[in-house]
């Protein structure tokens, strides 16, 4: 994984118990050689470490190989679980992907990400459940830049300058003075699009979230440009999400 960069405040054998973590999910499993190898520290302190997963349930081992345990799962499914908008959002994400037949998503955000917390497939041969709890830039998702728009400016500031802004197509806003105007668009009109800016072909509308004044994520509708037209995402998709919002800030209300 490599050294990084900058000075952290963190404690250094906390980094290295999570750098395990991370590393045993991006190589899908993996033993100590490997780890300590990849990770450039003793195959003793790459043992301990696992040895603590593993009694904790954090990590099991399968033959001579190291894997993420489900008490991840457990956990994960406790803090989206926490959500207020998750509860509120199950039904009107359903909702959505009936009425139109796309993918449909619950959008979270936590560390300057967007974070897929719900979805559903639509009429597309996706399963869902390989991006749900992902995370993704902002400012190339129409969800994430719902989000962003509603931000304090100081927020927008923090994310960016931590995150950059990569390009993912030709059509990805890499520069924060157009990002900033598009924003500006985005709280005048209520709705913020992506058209082929995460993926090429895929367009998407989104809206945000709001609980009591503050962004809590958002709701968005994706699917292939050719049925994903710009006029049919301002028009019928539109509507369908500006009603789930109501529906969900009822339910919250009334909570």
């Given at each position: 994984?490599?050294?990084k960069?900058?000075k952290?405040?963190g404690?250094?054998?906390?980094?290295?118990?999570?750098d395990v973590?991370?590393?045993l999910?991006r190589l899908?499993?993996?033993?100590?050689?490997?780890?300590?190898?990849?990770?450039?520290i003793?195959?003793?302190?790459v043992?301990?470490h696992?040895?603590?997963l593993?009694?904790?349930?954090?990590?099991?081992?399968?033959?001579?190989?190291?894997?993420?345990g489900?008490?991840f799962?457990?956990?994960?499914?406790?803090?989206?679980?926490?959500?207020?908008?998750?509860?509120?959002g199950?039904a009107?994400?359903d909702?959505i992907?009936?009425?139109t037949?796309?993918?449909?998503?619950l959008?979270?955000?936590?560390?300057?990400k967007?974070?897929?917390?719900?979805?559903?497939?639509?009429d597309?041969d996706i399963?869902?459940?390989?991006?749900?709890g992902t995370?993704?830039?902002?400012?190339?998702?129409?969800?994430?830049?719902?989000?962003?728009?509603?931000?304090p400016?100081?927020?927008v500031?923090?994310?960016?300058?931590?995150?950059g802004?990569?390009?993912?197509?030709?059509?990805t806003?890499?520069?924060?003075?157009?990002?900033?105007?598009?924003?500006e668009?985005?709280?005048?009109?209520g709705y913020?699009?992506?058209?082929?800016e995460?993926?090429?072909?895929?367009?998407?509308i989104?809206?945000?979230?709001?609980?009591d004044?503050?962004v809590?994520?958002?709701?968005?509708v994706?699917?292939?440009?050719?049925?994903m037209?710009k006029?049919?995402?301002?028009?019928?998709?539109?509507?369908?999400?500006?009603a789930?919002t109501?529906?969900?800030?009822?339910?919250?209300?009334?909570?």
């Open positions: 994984m490599g050294k960069s900058g952290s405040q404690i250094k054998s906390d980094e290295t118990l999570f973590v991370e590393l999910r899908d499993g993996a033993g100590v050689t490997e780890l300590a190898d990849r990770l450039g003793a195959k003793s302190t043992h301990g696992l040895t603590t593993v009694e904790r349930g954090f990590v099991v081992k399968r033959g001579g190989e190291y894997h993420l489900l008490r799962f457990q956990y994960g499914q406790y803090v989206r679980s926490q959500l207020e908008i998750f509860q509120s199950l009107a994400v909702r992907e009936r009425e037949g796309e993918m449909s998503w959008i979270a955000h936590q560390n300057g967007a974070i897929y917390v719900y979805g559903r497939g639509g597309n399963n869902v459940n390989t991006i749900l995370q993704d830039h902002m400012h190339y998702n129409s969800g994430g830049k719902a989000i962003l728009a509603h931000l400016e100081a927020d500031d923090r994310i960016v300058e931590r995150h802004l990569p390009a993912r197509t030709e059509n806003i890499t520069d924060r003075e157009r990002l900033d105007e598009e924003l668009q985005i709280r005048e009109q913020a699009l992506n058209l082929s995460d993926l090429e072909g895929i367009q998407a989104g809206v945000p979230l709001t609980v004044g503050d809590q994520g958002a709701l968005s994706a699917g292939p440009a050719h049925r037209s006029e049919r995402c301002e028009g019928e998709i539109l509507e369908h999400l500006r789930a109501d529906e969900i800030d009822l339910t919250i209300a009334y909570r």
